[in-house]
Nanobody
């Protein structure tokens, strides 16, 4: 099982960026997928998750209204559209997949599969 994230980079504050995460090794259509991030010197934190059918999305308060998570089960891919980026969004963003069918949560320990992370840097 592999999760590979793409799309990170260096942008200026106020700009947008879209992250993608392609999953392989099993079907992810029944599982919640999402994103966590870790900034330098800080603990890893929850960003957003989306249920298997896209009906449920959950966002961290810090990104609500600016980030949008979506998925394409036919492509085993989850996306994170990030708009109005701020310097405090600078972090390594990792995509994740749940280990239990149907469960939706913010709890890191519930996510058995993690991608390698992609760096997002927002300059002021």
């Amino acid at each position: 099982v592999q999760l590979q994230a793409f799309g990170g980079g260096l942008v200026q504050a106020g700009e947008s960026l879209r992250l993608s995460c392609a999953a392989s090794g099993r079907t992810f259509s029944g599982y919640t997928m999402g994103w966590f991030r870790q900034a330098p010197g800080k603990e890893r934190e929850f960003v957003a998750v989306i249920s298997w059918n896209g009906a449920i999305t959950v966002y961290a308060d810090s990104v609500k209204g600016r980030f949008t998570i979506s998925r394409d089960n036919a492509k085993n891919t989850v996306y994170l559209q990030m708009s109005s980026l701020k310097p405090e969004d600078t972090a390594v963003y990792s995509c994740v997949s749940e280990s239990v069918i149907g469960r939706v949560s913010r709890i890191q320990a519930n996510y058995a599969y993690w991608g390698q992370g992609t760096q997002v840097t927002v300059s002021s």
